[in-house]
Structures are given as structure tokens and as C-alpha cells.
């Protein structure tokens, strides 16, 4: 059964940086196909993805944030680490861990999702 | 212009049957991609439910009833999650999704409602 789950700060001030923390279960980053993601949604509103990381290193991230976003993998861990820099109030939302296949490994959907974890920027 | 417009709402009746569309900005074929369709119910995150190209392109999420398809309307532009035998617990927020210009895009939502 996979899980995910994340873990980071509720409430972080403008300009800090936020550091996320995604700690998943059965199944490995290693194995080839595979990958791990995060997707925000702001209270309200539609989601948005953020960013990807596959068992290859490959990391395709949001064009629009690509410059404040940093994913890692720590597959010994089974972890996965979002950076984005230079928080602002718009980037208040609940940021969700997602499971992934790589579109040549099959089904390339949002498979699995973790519960969320809210995050609020304001000063 | 949004890359995928949904209809912020929705009303239907137990039993009935309801289409969701999801357009493509004009100029962006829809022809040409897979649309994933997700279900989210309040304090919930979104679940997969299915994806559709066409009809020997497609795949059913693990678990989601057989009375949730995707289709497409090509002369629209557009997507279509239809979901037939209504019922309460239908009653959710559904998104569709794309791959696009390398990223994944979301639709706005479409809020359905049965009563």
C-alpha cells in the first residue's frame, strides 16, 4: 500500500524560504518509472503543480516557479524535499505529496496523493 | 485565455446523468491529449479518477466505478468526464488535467451538486 505524508512549517513569514518534507511508503524512488511530486492548492481554488522528481534525477518543475523551486530526493529515506524561496501571502495554500509514473513506465496520472499539510504566509 | 476552462458549476438529479467539460484554449487540440479527470470532496484531496485520449487510449484510476467515463468533443475543443446513475456522493469538486508545454495544467473545477 503506498502512503505519503509531509511534513514542514505551518505558518512561515514573507521572504523566508519554505522547506517541505515528503516521507513515503511502499514503494522505492529507486525503482525505474517511478516519482514523487508536490501539488499547492490555495484555499478555494483549483490546484497547481509544483514539481516532479523521478527515479532518473529527471525534475521537471512549474515554468512559472521555476525559479524558487528546488525538489530533492533521499531514496535511502524514502524522502522527497521541495524548496521555494522568497514566500509571499499568495503562496498561502495546502501543499499535497503526490505519487507518479513517468509517462513511459505507464499510467502517468496523480495516483496517489497525501493528506496535505497547510501552510500560511503572513508576517 | 486559460489553457483548460470549466463551467464553475453544475446541477443534476439522483439517477441522472451528468457531463463535465473541460475546453482547450483555442489553437491547443484536444485531440492530441490525454485529460486526467480528478474528484475532490471538502477537507479531501483530489482522487484520480480516470484519463482519456480515445477509446484504445485510456485508463480507469484503481477503484473508480465504471460509471465514471472520459470522451471527447472535438468539435468543441473540449473533454468530457460524463457520470451517469448520480448519486449524493458524487456531489464533489472534479478537475481536469493536461500536459502542456511541459507542465501539468489544471482546470478550474467544476463544482457539481446533486439534489
Known amino acids: 500500500q503506498i502512503t505519503l505524508k509531509e511534513s514542514g512549517p505551518t505558518l512561515v513569514k514573507p521572504t523566508q524560504t519554505l522547506t517541505l518534507t515528503c516521507t513515503f511508503s511502499?514503494?522505492?524512488?529507486?525503482?525505474?518509472?517511478?516519482?514523487v511530486g508536490w501539488i499547492r492548492q490555495p484555499p478555494g481554488k483549483a490546484p497547481e503543480w509544483l514539481a516532479l522528481?523521478?527515479?532518473?534525477?529527471?525534475?521537471p518543475y512549474s515554468p512559472s516557479l521555476r525559479s524558487r523551486l528546488t525538489i530533492t530526493k533521499d531514496t535511502s529515506k524514502n524522502q522527497v524535499v521541495l524548496t521555494m524561496t522568497n514566500m509571499d501571502p499568495v503562496d498561502t495554500a495546502t501543499y499535497y505529496c503526490?505519487?507518479?509514473?513517468?509517462?513511459?513506465?505507464?499510467?502517468?496520472?496523480?495516483?496517489?496523493w497525501g493528506q496535505g499539510t497547510m501552510v500560511t504566509v503572513s508576517s | 485565455q486559460a489553457v483548460l476552462t470549466q463551467p464553475a458549476s453544475l446541477s443534476a438529479s439522483p439517477g441522472a446523468s451528468a457531463s463535465l467539460t473541460c475546453t482547450l484554449r483555442s489553437g491547443i487540440n484536444v485531440g492530441t491529449y490525454r485529460i486526467y479527470w480528478y474528484q475532490q470532496k471538502p477537507g479531501s484531496p483530489p482522487q484520480y479518477l480516470l484519463r482519456?485520449?480515445?477509446?484504445?487510449?485510456?485508463?480507469?484510476g484503481s477503484g473508480v466505478p465504471s460509471r465514471f467515463s472520459g470522451s471527447k468533443d472535438a468539435s468543441a475543443n473540449a473533454g468530457i468526464l460524463l457520470i451517469s446513475g448520480l448519486q449524493s456522493e458524487d456531489e464533489a469538486d472534479y478537475y481536469c488535467v493536461i500536459w502542456h508545454s511541459s507542465a501539468w495544467v489544471f482546470g478550474g473545477g467544476t463544482k457539481l451538486t446533486v439534489l
Open positions: 503526490i505519487h507518479n509514473l513517468h509517462p513511459t513506465a505507464g499510467d502517468d496520472a496523480f495516483d496517489i
Open positions: 511502499g514503494f522505492s524512488l529507486s525503482t525505474s518509472g517511478v516519482g
Open positions: 482519456y485520449k480515445s477509446d484504445s487510449d485510456k485508463q480507469q
Open positions: 522528481i523521478y527515479w532518473n534525477d529527471d525534475k
